[in-house]
């Protein structure tokens, strides 16, 4: 099938060919020189410390929940609407994710209120998810992270390039978890990130994504070392120089990309108000600066959702849901993460009525326009 308004798009020019044909003519491919300058800017355009490069954002998630030393009998609170691999990252471990509510029909991030009430004296972390690009109530997280004296994590793969306060997005907890994956906002394929303040998990994480060894191939191969020793049971989850490049140049050019999705966004909101005004909106009042990484709305509570995607099918726009509940799934209905959903009101009903709407830096005004146009008479079929 090819989309004539796809739910993501890629945006990829010469800068990007030649970071990639430079690579293959340097003759080092695997971890090296480009993944550390991919490091070092991330690190720099978040302001953390540590920048540590991994093979895609669900490993990234793994190893933040490995180094905090997460196994069997430890609770991670969660939010139930994210995607699978934030919750199989701590399963990965032995612990158990604990799914807590988002905050409300407008605002479908964590609740600080709803994780307080699942703390117990074996809750180990807090891992929140900044849905779409918005960010949740950090202070509050930290707050609460600091009562209990859980460990704080952030899922960014929705917020590169999101701030609060004027502070990024990634740089407000123990550790944030970025995905490169090529619907995100910095696209390189398979990618993924993990920020830290911490030198002392970002030692980990250097340690854990190359099998636990001592020393690098890189530095192997410079004759910088010549052996080395494996001191903890690690993985293969190094990024390699191809992606490391693409992100150089993806990077630099996120500003632009997010500003574009910003104003899309502004006109998708727009259109909607004033054509579809039974459609829900949700972050009417955002407490930062968005990434926009995707466009959520709510259909009417009556509505049915798959005979509009449907028709949006039809007329050749891509649709997406962001997303089914994580306990509903098969994989999590067994103990000891069968969920009871009545304690996830706000989450049931934003995930019974949420459809995305295609948004990528390139969209054009008049393509929203058609999205919006195809949208409402979807609704009107409907009556
Ligand atoms: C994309 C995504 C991930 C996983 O990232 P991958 O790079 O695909 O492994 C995790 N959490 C959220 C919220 C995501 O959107």
């Not at 180094?67 to 919750?87: C, S």
């Not at 209990?148 to 999101?162: F, S, V, W």
């Not at 998990?201 to 890189?218: I, P």
Request: charged share 15%; proline share 5%.
């Amino acid at each position: 099938m090819s989309w004539k308004i796809p739910l993501a798009d890629l945006v990829f020019g010469q800068e990007e060919e030649a970071a990639v044909l430079d690579t293959l003519r340097s003759g080092w491919l695997t971890q090296g020189p480009r993944t550390e300058a991919f490091e070092a800017a991330v690190a720099a355009t978040l302001g953390v410390r540590h920048a540590v490069a991994v093979a895609n954002g669900t490993a990234a998630l793994h190893l933040a929940c490995a180094a905090l030393g997460l196994g069997p009998g430890d609770e991670v609170i969660l939010p139930a609407l994210t995607f699978v691999a934030t919750a199989n990252a701590i399963r990965y471990t032995g612990a158990t994710p604990v799914f807590a509510d988002i905050t409300s029909l407008d605002d479908l991030t964590l609740s600080p209120l709803a994780a307080a009430a699942c703390i117990t004296p074996r809750t180990r972390a807090i891992l929140v998810m900044h849905y779409a690009g918005y960010p949740c109530d950090m202070p509050a997280f930290q707050r609460l992270a600091r009562q209990h004296n859980l460990a704080l994590l952030e899922d960014a793969a929705h917020a590169i390039g999101a701030t609060l306060e004027g502070r990024a997005l990634g740089a407000w907890s123990d550790t944030a978890c970025f995905s490169f994956f090529s619907n995100k906002n910095l696209a390189v394929g398979e990618g993924g990130l993990l920020a830290t303040d911490r030198d002392d998990l970002a030692g980990q994480f250097r340690t854990l994504r190359s099998h636990g060894m001592t020393t690098l191939t890189w530095d192997r191969h410079r004759g910088h070392a010549s052996s080395y020793d494996v001191t903890t049971l690690g993985y293969n989850y190094r990024m390699d120089e191809i992606r490391a490049a693409l992100g150089i140049v993806q990077l630099h050019k996120l500003p632009q990309h997010n500003a574009a999705r910003a104003t899309r966004t502004a006109h998708y909101r727009a259109c909607l108000t004033a054509h579809a005004p039974q459609v829900g909106q949700p972050f009417t009042q955002p407490r930062g600066q968005s990434a926009h990484h995707i466009l959520p709305i709510l259909l009417p509570e009556q509505a049915d959702r798959a005979a509009i995607m449907a028709h949006l099918k039809a007329a050749g726009i891509q649709t997406s849901i962001h997303y089914p509940l994580v306990p509903t799934f098969s994989a999590y209905q067994t103990e000891p993460t069968a969920t009871d959903l009545a304690r996830l009101p706000h989450s049931v009903a934003a995930a019974a009525r949420q459809l995305t709407l295609p948004l990528y830096p390139t969209l054009t005004e008049t393509q929203i326009e058609t999205v919006v146009a195809e949208l409402t008479a979807a609704l009107e079929k409907e009556n």
